[in-house]
């Protein structure tokens, strides 16, 4: 699977108590810690100090990790659920299509080549309106293809469709 | 939560954390020192740099696994790292523990006996970061120094792991990826400097080298690529455009401990259209020789000036001293993606030879013996007018592009992948060609065309004699680095995704094994309890995944001659993470 937006490294507090909670019920315990140390041949008394501080270092890290997970959270943006106009409002337009073919050679070439690449070929896509719109907008799970929401406005969008549509003929 | 208690909070925790790490530290893998870092050589049983030594040989001195029992490797154990997109990394081993990198800069700590996950680092990137990515999500491996791994998530952050933890220590950021702007390579620590590069040149980047101190990630030093006005080579760029010229520096360095010479490929010049930049333009398509203490430019070597067909010169060169006409050289080596072999005498940036890799090159007539400088024949130029130039050879994948190639100094081979294929290239009008932040900045179309059954040739070069001595032919292109042992076997994967080994004296296939998925990465070896293991990763990813669709996977394979002893294999905690409330106890 493709992570764009991973989970933060932390999540929460309570995930961690919840894991250490199930760690603690596997028996036996102070065997799993001091594998975990990677030290099998440890005294046991390493084993229950190992223990004490690691529960306390993981209930109180929590709150930084919490603040460093947030402040790289990728950005919430509302998706685009309507769009302005019910269909390309650039088709056939001539001066249009040769922006979209630009367009199409700055931020969609790259991948999608002439005939496909490590994108699909965009030329034979059956995607069509607002289906590629959304395809180009919010990015394609699964797949390296980004969201371009940020990027692309809905008028480009239309005009990289109008290029394509174009050249397909 | 009022900002007193958090605080307070977060310094019980760091105190809490300091006991707990003194603790457990008791028990953990050693703190890589620079020293081993220096002495990787003799340390057989790890893998420590990126080319397991400074001089980027990708040589083993081990020996168990040898020509005649080559035949007995097994799998040992595999590690499927999660996701489907391409694999690049060389695996780095230090007292046990595996480190890899998978796409966007997942870092995995292995038990290197038996595969067990030790922890696993999941960089933060944003949503649309793919959208400046030129060439897949790849990251190519990390570094390691004291207690603290090092890798470059995409964009353009230098990230420091606790060894043990795979937690955070400290991260700070190279550059703007917004402004196209990324990292893949791995990470060069030298004594105390961590030293990165920068992806980017088909997004009009200014390409540098940053070096960090390896404990606490201040920035020390920025070498920019291309010189500023008023410094040197500046002249060699008309106007602004050395603001957006390319140069990127997307692979690691090599590093040469005698004369504290550190040397760093770069990159195409952007846009493609050459024209539009006249003049050799300073630094692109280079070796640069530089001071890791200082960041200062000692000297830099032009493969390709004023390149035209996008000939990235970022592989990083192999160090090796060699007899050439009979006299001793201190030589760096490069296979290029402009489709020659080069010696240099690396001490100076002297130009000593260039060998073609590949045959019915014709971007340029040839090579001046005496300067290694180029005589481009100008009707393979592309030029800024919507004419398609064709074909070029090579096409702009190289030659040979990034992936490590191996030298064997018992024999004095180099054993290099190389591609037989052409192109064609067609730029734009210049009303077409305007740079925006962030957007692509190439002005040129380009078509990657076959020129026979066979694209991919391994070969091997007797670099003291300039002589061809193997070839092994492949239908694809070959994409993975190499390995080479003293045993007098080399290592090396295909898009077929067969990892094989062969006889580096004579090229004799002797041992082969399907990984499911095209081979982009490096083998390494290792030597553990007594045992030599070869380790790869598999995955159909970045470049090759432009040009045909063989199955993706992402796997770690490693091998050896005996089966692990069943009972071991299956030992410990393999970090199975349970979904809450799925599967509960029967009370």
């Not at chain 2, 707990?20 to 049983?45: C, E, H, I, K, Y």
């Not at chain 2, 040589?59 to 999660?82: D, H």
């Not at chain 2, 062969?502 to 490096?522: C, E, F, H, P």
């Amino acid at each position: 699977m493709i992570i764009v937006n991973p989970s933060p490294q932390v999540p929460d507090r309570s995930r961690y108590f919840n894991r250490l909670r199930n760690r603690l019920r596997v028996w036996p315990w102070n065997h799993y810690l001091l594998f975990r140390t990677r030290n099998l041949s440890a005294p046991c008394g390493i084993g229950v100090l190992s223990l004490v501080s690691l529960v306390a270092a993981l209930a109180l890290l929590s709150a930084p990790h919490w603040a460093l997970a947030q402040s790289h959270s990728p950005k919430k943006a509302s998706l685009p659920r309507e769009w302005k106009y019910q269909a390309n409002p650039f088709a056939g337009d001539e001066k249009t299509i040769h922006e979209g073919l630009n367009l199409y050679r700055r931020r969609c070439k790259i991948c999608h080549g002439n005939r496909g690449g490590r994108g699909p070929n965009l030329f034979a896509t059956q995607l069509a309106g607002h289906e590629f719109l959304r395809a180009v907008m919010e990015g394609r799970d699964g797949t390296q293809m980004p969201a371009w929401e940020d990027k692309l406005s809905e008028e480009q969008v239309w005009k990289i469709m109008a290029y394509i549509i174009a050249a397909r003929s | 939560m009022d900002q007193n208690n958090s605080r307070k909070l977060r310094r019980s925790a760091f105190m809490a954390t300091l006991i707990f790490l003194g603790m457990t530290t008791l028990a953990a893998a050693r703190p890589v020192s620079s020293d081993d870092l220096m002495n990787a050589a003799g340390n057989t049983s790890d893998w420590l740099n990126h080319g397991r030594t400074y001089d980027m040989q990708r040589f083993s001195p081990l020996t168990q696994i040898n020509p005649c029992n080559v035949n007995n490797l097994r799998p040992i154990w595999s590690f499927a790292v999660g996701n489907l997109d391409g694999l690049e990394a060389t695996p780095l081993v230090h007292d046990g523990i595996m480190y890899i990198t998978s796409a966007y800069a997942h870092v995995f700590a292995l038990d290197a006996r038996n595969g067990r996950k030790l922890w696993h680092y999941t960089p933060d990137v944003p949503k649309d970061l793919g959208t400046v990515l030129c060439c897949g999500p790849v990251n190519r491996g990390v570094a390691l120094r004291g207690n603290l791994v090092y890798v470059t998530p995409l964009d353009a952050r230098l990230v420091a792991l606790n060894k043990d933890t795979g937690q955070v220590v400290w991260e700070k950021k190279i550059d703007d990826w917004k402004a196209g702007y990324t990292t893949t390579a791995a990470p060069l620590v030298i004594r105390d400097h961590v030293i990165v590069g920068v992806a980017g040149g088909e997004y009009g980047i200014r390409g540098h080298i940053k070096s960090y101190n390896a404990k606490s990630g201040d920035l020390e030093w920025t070498t920019y690529t291309i010189p500023a006005p008023g410094e040197p080579g500046n002249d060699t760029w008309p106007g602004d455009t050395w603001k957006t010229g390319g140069a990127a520096t997307w692979n690691t360095g090599t590093y040469d401990m005698a004369s504290n010479q550190l040397y760093w490929g770069t990159g195409n010049g952007a846009p493609w259209v050459a024209e539009l930049r006249k003049g050799d333009n300073l630094w692109i398509a280079a070796l640069l020789s530089l001071n890791p203490d200082t960041g200062k430019i000692n000297w830099g070597f032009q493969y390709t000036p004023n390149d035209a067909w996008d000939y990235d010169g970022n592989m990083p060169p192999i160090l090796a001293d060699i007899t050439y006409e009979g006299k001793k050289i201190k030589a760096a080596m490069q296979s290029n993606r402009n489709g020659f072999f080069y010696v240099l005498n690396r001490e100076n940036g002297e130009f000593i030879y260039a060998e073609p890799t590949i045959e019915g090159i014709n971007w340029t007539h040839g090579i001046d013996p005496k300067t290694g400088r180029p005589d481009v024949n100008q009707a393979m130029v592309p030029k800024a007018d919507g004419k398609t130039v064709k074909p070029i050879i090579p096409g702009l994948e190289g030659g040979t592009n990034w992936f490590g190639f191996a030298y064997n100094p018992c024999l004095g081979y180099a054993i290099i992948p190389t591609n037989q294929w052409a192109m064609s290239m067609t730029g734009y009008k210049p009303e077409d060609i305007t740079y925006e932040p962030g957007q692509i900045y190439m002005g040129m179309d380009f078509q990657m065309y076959r020129q026979g059954e066979t694209i991919g040739h391994l070969k091997a070069f007797d670099v003291q004699n300039r002589k061809w001595v193997w070839d092994i032919a492949s239908p694809l292109p070959f994409f993975a680095g190499v390995l080479t042992t003293k045993s007098g076997l080399v290592f090396t994967g295909d898009q077929l995704g067969f990892i094989f080994a062969a006889d580096v004296k004579s090229g004799k296939m002797l041992w082969r094994y399907q990984t499911g998925s095209g081979i982009n990465a490096s083998p390494i070896t290792y030597a553990l309890d007594g045992k030599q293991y070869i380790a790869i990763l598999s995955g159909l990813g970045g470049d090759p995944s432009f040009y045909f669709q063989n199955p993706k996977g992402g796997t770690l394979f490693v091998f050896g001659l005996d089966s692990l002893d069943s009972g071991a294999a299956a030992a410990g905690n393999w970090e199975v993470e349970h979904i809450e409330g799925a599967l509960p106890n029967l009370d």
